[in-house]
Every structure is written in C-alpha cells, then in structure tokens.
C-alpha cells in the first residue's frame, strides 16, 4: 500500500454545508452558538434581513442588516442563494459568501426557514448540492413550543400569535430533512447536533473531493 491510499494523504477536502431548520423556540440560536463556539471548523453563514437589530446584535456577525432597498437590489444582482419572506421581515443568504467558504474547506452551518431550505435543496449549483446536509430541530409537540416562546415573555400578544402560526405550519414539514432532533435538554441537542456533523465528515466521499 502506497502513502496516497490512506485518506490523510487526499488532499483538501470541500466544506459541508449544514442547513438547520426549525420553529422559534425550538431552542435552535442557543444550539448554534454553542456548536460555533466549539467547532473551529465550522463557520456561521451570515444571513441578509431587513428586520432592525435587536439588544445585542451586530451588524456583519449576527446578520448583515439592509434597507429594503438594498434587499431588493440583491435579489435583481442574483446575489442570493435563497431568500424569503419571514414573519414580514425579508431574510436572505449571499450565494458567493456560502461558496467561497466551502471551496476554502470549511463547514458552514445555516440557520434558515423551511421557506428557504427549499430553494437550497433545488440549488443546481454541484457545490451546494454535493455538500449539503439539511436538519431540523423541533420540539416534541407544540404544546412544548408554547410553553418555551411564553417563557421568553418578551412579545406582544400579536407577535407571538404570528410566531405560533409560523410554527405550527414549519414542524409539519421536518419529513423533508434527512436529520430531526426532537429537542430536548441543551446538552442532548448539542450531543446529536455534534454527532451529525461528526458522522457526516467521515463520510468516504467527501474525504476524496
Ligand atoms: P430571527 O428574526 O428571529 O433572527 O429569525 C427569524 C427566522 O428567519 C428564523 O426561523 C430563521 O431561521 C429565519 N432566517 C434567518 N436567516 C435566514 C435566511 O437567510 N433565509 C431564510 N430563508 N430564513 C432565514
């Protein structure tokens, strides 16, 4: 056997785009945190909004926050790789920032609406569709859901009626992921959300890209 059969010996390897999906309250910006702060391999892809900042959000790490202006002239450059209307506020991620990163060999992870999640699977882009590994995380019912956006207690009655409807309509759809983590604990969420990413980098194809 040859030094170049054994894997470490490939070559660099494309990054894996990882797609999280899932309801508000299902505990999913907590999760990414935590996985971003203890996988230095994994980068955040940052989204386009129009909605405002809130408390504690930064321009350019949390979100690239523009004017609708700005949004709509995106979308004519075809800068996005998906976009889509969410909660009355646009949301969008910037093809090249995703692709770059990947063809650099990092992993991404993004945190995105069902809405979105579509247009990303139909990519025909080979290297969003070759790297792509799409999860949703949800609780185990909605009751649960309820519970932890009350818990929050900082909405307005409107607000999280919108947000329970919103909800409610994207758990029904976590058949179309490959990967669902019924949340549960913080620390059993980062468990399977970690095991998911472990498994997919051993994977025998994407050591040979
Ligand atoms: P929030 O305003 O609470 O940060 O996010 C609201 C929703 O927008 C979340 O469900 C989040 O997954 C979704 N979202 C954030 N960025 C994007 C994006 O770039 N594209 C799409 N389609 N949804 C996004």
């Not at 056997?1 to 894997?7: C, F, G, I, R, V």
């Not at 386009?48 to 321009?59: H, L, Q, V």
């Amino acid at each position: 056997m040859s030094a170049e059969d054994l894997p470490e010996t490939q070559g660099p390897r494309r990054g894996i785009l990882f797609l999280l999906s899932g309801p508000a309250g299902s505990g999913k910006s907590t999760l990414l945190r935590r996985a971003l702060n203890e996988d230095n391999n994994l980068a955040f892809s940052i989204s386009c909004t129009t909605r405002s900042p809130r408390e504690g959000e930064t321009d350019g790490k949390h979100y690239h926050f523009l004017s609708d202006e700005e949004f709509s002239e995106k979308i004519e450059n075809n800068e996005f790789l998906e976009h889509a209307k969410v909660h009355n506020w646009r949301y969008g991620t910037l093809a090249n920032t995703v692709i770059d990163l990947l063809d650099d060999g990092k992993d991404v992870i993004m945190d995105i609406d069902v809405q979105g999640a579509d247009q990303v699977r139909d990519s025909e882009n080979s290297v969003i569709s070759d790297t792509l590994v799409d999860i949703f995380l949800t609780t185990a019912d909605t009751a649960e859901l309820e519970k932890r956006l009350l818990g929050r207690g900082s909405e307005d009655e409107d607000t999280f009626q919108l947000r329970m409807r919103t909800a409610v309509a994207e758990i029904k759809r976590w058949r179309d992921y490959t990967y669902c983590i019924v949340s549960g604990e913080h620390d059993e969420d980062f468990r399977a959300l970690s095991s998911i990413i472990s498994t997919e980098r051993l994977r025998v194809s994407r050591m040979m890209s």
